[in-house]
C-alpha cells in the first residue's frame, strides 16, 4: 500500500465564537491510502484545544503512511495496526481511510462494515455561535425555514445575561425547533446552578458541558440534580473518561477526534448501552470527508452535532448531505464521498 498527504486550508463562512475562542478557519490534512488501484481517504484537522497543529498532523500523519506500507493490504492493516502514541485524530484519519479503502474493495459502504445494515441518517444540530441576538435570531429563522429541527447555541460570555438575551430571540425566531446550548465549560458549578433552571424555563433540551473540565465528579453531581439533562464533552475524551460518568451524566459526546476513530466510538457505545447515558456524535469543524467516518455511526445517537462541514465557506468535498438539517450515509462503496472538482481518473 502506498500512502500520500495533502493539507488544504478550510474557512469557515463566519468566524465561530465559543467561550474560550473563535475559529475563522483551520488547516486539513489528508490523508489517501492507495491499493490495486483503489483509494482510501481520511481527514484530521487542527485544533488549538487539542493541541495539533499543522506539523505535527503532517508528522504523525506521514509516519503512520509509512507504516502502512509494510501491509499486504488494508483489510489486514486495519486488524493489526498500532495506534502507538500518536493522537487520537490522527488514529481516526487513519482509520477512516482504511476503512474508506476496504469498503471500495469489498463494494461495501462503511456503515456495513461497522455493523449496520441500512444507510443511517440523523437531524442533526445546526451550531449558532455567540453573536448578538438579533443575528441569531436571523440565524434560527433560515435555519428552521431551511428544515433545521434541531439548533445549538453556544454561550459562556461574562455576561450571562447576553447568553440569555441570545436563546430568547432564537428560541422566539423558531419556535418549533428544539435547541441545546453549549457554554463549553464557561460556568462556575455555582453558575451552572443558578443558570440552568433559567434554560430550562426558555425550552432548552440539554446542556453541554457546563462547567470546566477536570472536575468530572463536580460535574456529575450537578447533573444528580439539575432540571436538564447534561451532556460531557470535553470531560469524555476517551472510554476511561466515559467509564467514570456512565449512569451519572445525561449523554457523553463522542468525536471521533478525540476518541481515536469509528471503533473507539463503538467500544464507548456500547459502554454506555443500558446505563443511562445517552450517545451524542459531535465533531470539529471539518470537511465532509472528515464528517462521514461519524455519520456511518449516526443510528446510535441520541444526538447527532455534525454540521462542521456546513459552517465552511466552501466545502471540498460532498456526498453526505446536511444542508437541509439531515445528514445521511450512502450505500456506496466506502465512505460514499468524493472530492469536488476532480477528474474522472482521480476519484478512483
Known sequence: MKATLRTVRLTLA???RIS????????AVWLSVEHEGLHGHGEAVTSVYYGLDTGTLERHLYEA??????????ETALRERASGERPPAVNAAVES?????????????????LGSGSAPSAATARTIGI????????????????GFALIKAKAGTP?????????????????????????????????????IPRYAELGVEAVEQPVAPGDPEGLARLAERSPLPLIADEDAVDQEDVRRLAGRVHGVNVKLAKCGGPYAALRIAESIAGSGTDLMLG?????????????HLADRARWADLDGHL???????????????????SDLPGLGVRERRVSREDAA
Open 283 to 295: 465533531c470539529l469543524t471539518a470537511s465532509t470527508l472528515g464528517l462521514a467516518p461519524a455519520v
Open 159 to 195: 455576561g450571562p445575561e447576553d447568553d440569555l438575551d441570545r436563546i430568547r430571540a432564537v428560541r422566539a425566531a423558531a419556535p418549533g425547533t428544539r435547541l441545546l446550548l453549549d457554554p463549553n465549560g464557561a460556568w462556575t458549578l455555582d453558575q451552572a446552578r443558578q443558570l
Open 97 to 113: 481511510a482504511l476503512l474508506d479503502l476496504c469498503g471500495r474493495r469489498a463494494g461495501a459502504p462503511v456503515h456495513r462494515l
Open 65 to 74: 503512511g509509512r507504516e502502512l506500507g509494510r501491509f499486504a493490504d488494508p
Open 311 to 329: 459552517l465552511l465557506a466552501d466545502d471540498p468535498w460532498t456526498g453526505i448531505g446536511g444542508a437541509d438539517g439531515v445528514v445521511r450515509a
Open 131 to 146: 453573536v448578538p441576538a438579533p443575528h441569531a435570531a436571523a440565524q434560527a429563522r433560515a435555519l428552521a425555514d431551511a
Open 20 to 27: 474560550r475562542s473563535t475559529t475563522a478557519a483551520r488547516d
Open 14 to 16: 463566519e468566524p465561530l
